[in-house]
C-alpha cells in the first residue's frame, strides 16, 4: 500500500485554512449604493440623525514612536499607551437627551481603563489599581475621548468647522464604496493642498444609512503607511443606559479631583486650516514625565541595595513609557520659540513660559504659527 | 470493557512522572494564595489581578490561571503529551501497541484522546485548587469586574467556569501540538525539548511589536484573552479568535501527526 500521499494531508489542510481564512476576509467588498453628490456626503456626515451608538473599534497608531513591548509594561491599561501601537476600544454614546453621556472603554490584556462621562461629570476607571478617580471634564479628556472614537475623530477632518475653514484648500473626492462592521459604506477622501501640513490624505467610510463615520485613517504625506487608523469593528445604533453609569465598586480607592482651572489655562486654537494648532498654557513636560507612572498618593520608596545600583545602571529611572519620553525631549530641536518635537504626523512646540502647541504641521509652519500667535500676544 | 481509549487513559493518569506535574499544579494557586495571606500585595506591584485576591478569594481562580498560562500549564500539558508516542517508541512499548489488533488511527486518536484529557485535567486542577485555597484563605464575595461593574458571587462562579473551559480549549491546542512533535521523533526528550522550545517562542514572537503581522496568527498570542469575560458587556471578539486559531492548530497538527504516524515505517 503506498502512504507516501498521506503526507500530502497536512499540506492539504494548511491550504483549505489559508484559502478558507483569505475568502473571509476577502469578503469585505465594495457594495453597490446609490451615487451621491460630494456636497450631499459631507452634508449626511453633518446632519447625521444618530444620537446613541455602542461598538468595539480598533485603533491603531503610528505617529513615529517607538512601540513599547507588551512585556515590561507593568501598569496594565493606561490611555497614554494611546500613543502609539494597536488598541481595543469599546465606546458607548448617547445623546439622546441632550446631555453627553460616553464611555470610552480601553480593553488591554487582563485589565481596563475606563473613561465614563456624564455631561459634566467624569469618572476615570483604571482595574489595575482599582482606582477610581472623580472629576469634571476638562479640555485633555475631550481631546482623548475624540480620539477614541471613528465618529468624534472624523469631525476633527470633516466636521462643519474643519470645513468651513478648510474648504479652500482641499480636494474632496467620493465614488468609492466599502464595508465597515458589516454596513455598506460610501467612502470621502480628504486631500489638503496647503503647504506646511503633514497630513498626506484622509479617508473616511460614512455608513450610508446613518451617516455616521465608521472608520477614519490618516496618512501622512508621502506615505502610503497610515499614522491614524480607527474603525469599528462591530457596531449598533443602541447605547445600554447601565453601561453609561458609574458607580465605584466596593473596595476602591476614590480619589475626588480637583476641577482644573480652565481660566488659567485654556485650550485654544491658533490659525486656521490645515495647519491650524491647538495651544495649552501651564505645560511643564519634565513634570508631566515625572508624574507618570508614579501612584497618585504616596511617593514611592527610594531603592535600596541592588535596586539601587540597577537604577543608577539605568540612567533613566522609570517605565518604558518615561524613557521614551525624556529621549524623545531630549531628541528635540532648540529654535528661539522654544522647543520643537516633531513626527511623521505631529509636530509640537514647548516654550519656554510652559505653553504647548500642537499641529499637523510641519516643524517649520508651526514654529510661524507660534511665533504669530506670540507677536499677537505683544501687541494686545 | 477495555477499550483502546482506556488504556491510554489510565496509562496517562497512572504514570507516577504525571501524577506529579498534577500534584504541582495543585501547590501552586495555594503557594499564591498563602504568599498573599503572610505576606500581602502591596497596590501597583504584580499583576492586578492578584492585588484582588486579599480581598476575594475567587480571584485566586483568575489570578492562578492568568498567573500559569503563559507557561506552567502549557509546559506540563506539553510535555505529556510530547510523551505519548516517543516515549512508547523509546522503551519499546509502541511496538507491542502495534501488535494489537487495533488499526492505527484509532491508537493515535486514543492517544490524542489521552493528552487532551490531561489538558482538562491539568486546567481544572489548577482552577479547583484556587478555588479551595481562596475559599479557605480568603473571604468570597460579589465580583468587581475588569470594568468596575459589581456582578453577584454566583453569577461570577458561572463566569469561573466559562474561563475555566477557555483556557482548557488553549491548553488542548498544546496538547494536540505536542503530540505532533511526539509522532515526529523517536526520543522523548526531543520531543520535550522540541514542544518547550515551540512554545516559548511562540511567546517571544508575540511580544516582538515588529513582528505584529504574524501575531495574530501565533497560538500562544490570546491565552489571556479569557479576562474578556470579565468584562462588561463580555467581549467575545478576541476569545473566538483565539479558539479558532487553536482549532486550526489541532486540525493541522492532527493530520500531521495522523500522516506520519500511519505512514512511518515501525516495525523495526
Known sequence: ?380 | MITVPSIELSLTFRRRRNLLILAVLALLPVLVGVSVRVAGIGTGTGTGMLNQVAGNGLFLVFASLALTVPLFLPVAVGAVAADQVAGDAADGTLRTVLAWPVGRSRLLAAKLLAAVAFAVAATFTVALSALAAGAALFPMRDVTLLSGATIPLSTAFGRALLIALVVTCCMAGVAVIGLTISTLTDSPATALAGTVALIVAAEIAGSLPQLDAVQPWLFSEDWLAFADLLRTPVYWGTITHSLWVQAGYAVVGASLAWARFTSRDLAL
Open chain 1, 1 to 380: 500500500m503506498s502512504r507516501s500521499w498521506r503526507l500530502l494531508t497536512p499540506v492539504a489542510v494548511v491550504a483549505a485554512i489559508v484559502a478558507g481564512t483569505t475568502l473571509v476576509h476577502a469578503s469585505s467588498d465594495a457594495p453597490a449604493l446609490p451615487r451621491i453628490s460630494l456636497i450631499g456626503l459631507v452634508q449626511k456626515v453633518g446632519n447625521s440623525p444618530t444620537r446613541a451608538f455602542s461598538g468595539t473599534v480598533r485603533l491603531s497608531i503610528d505617529i513615529g514612536l517607538p512601540k513599547l513591548p507588551k512585556l515590561g509594561t507593568d501598569g496594565g491599561a493606561d490611555p497614554l499607551r494611546l500613543l502609539s501601537g494597536d488598541h481595543l476600544i469599546r465606546v458607548v454614546a448617547d445623546t439622546t437627551d441632550g446631555e453627553q453621556r460616553e464611555r470610552v472603554a480601553l480593553l488591554d490584556t487582563l485589565s481596563e481603563y475606563d473613561i465614563v462621562r456624564d455631561d459634566s461629570e467624569l469618572w476615570l476607571w483604571d482595574s489595575t489599581r482599582q482606582l477610581a478617580r472623580h472629576g469634571s471634564v476638562d479640555a485633555l479628556t475631550e481631546v482623548l475621548l475624540a480620539f477614541a472614537s471613528p465618529a468624534e475623530l472624523a469631525k476633527t477632518f470633516t466636521g462643519p468647522a474643519a470645513i468651513r475653514t478648510a474648504v479652500f484648500d482641499t480636494d474632496y473626492s467620493s465614488g468609492q464604496t466599502t464595508r465597515v462592521a458589516g454596513r455598506d459604506c460610501y467612502v470621502l477622501r480628504v486631500t489638503p493642498s496647503s503647504p506646511g501640513t503633514t497630513v498626506g490624505a484622509v479617508r473616511v467610510a460614512v455608513d450610508a444609512a446613518s451617516g455616521v463615520p465608521l472608520s477614519v485613517t490618516v496618512y501622512p504625506a508621502g506615505s502610503s503607511k497610515p499614522a491614524i487608523q480607527a474603525e469599528f469593528e462591530e457596531l449598533s445604533y443602541r447605547a445600554d443606559p447601565a453601561e453609561l453609569r458609574f458607580t465605584p465598586p466596593p473596595g476602591a480607592t476614590v480619589v475626588e479631583e480637583k476641577a482644573p482651572d480652565l481660566h488659567e489655562n485654556p485650550v485654544r486654537g491658533v490659525g486656521n486650516g490645515w495647519t491650524a494648532a491647538l495651544a495649552m498654557g501651564g505645560v511643564d513636560p519634565d513634570k508631566l514625565i515625572a508624574g507618570l507612572g508614579t501612584e497618585q498618593s504616596k511617593p514611592k520608596a527610594a531603592p535600596e541595595g541592588t535596586a539601587a545600583v540597577l537604577a543608577a545602571l539605568a540612567g533613566t529611572p522609570g517605565t518604558p513609557l518615561q524613557s521614551y519620553l525624556r529621549m524623545m525631549m531630549a531628541a528635540g530641536q532648540k529654535t528661539p520659540v522654544g522647543l520643537v518635537w516633531s513626527s511623521r504626523l505631529v509636530s509640537l512646540v514647548f516654550t519656554p513660559d510652559q505653553r504647548l502647541y500642537g499641529a499637523f504641521a510641519t516643524p517649520d509652519s508651526l514654529v510661524a504659527t507660534v511665533a504669530a500667535d506670540e507677536a499677537g500676544d505683544h501687541r494686545s
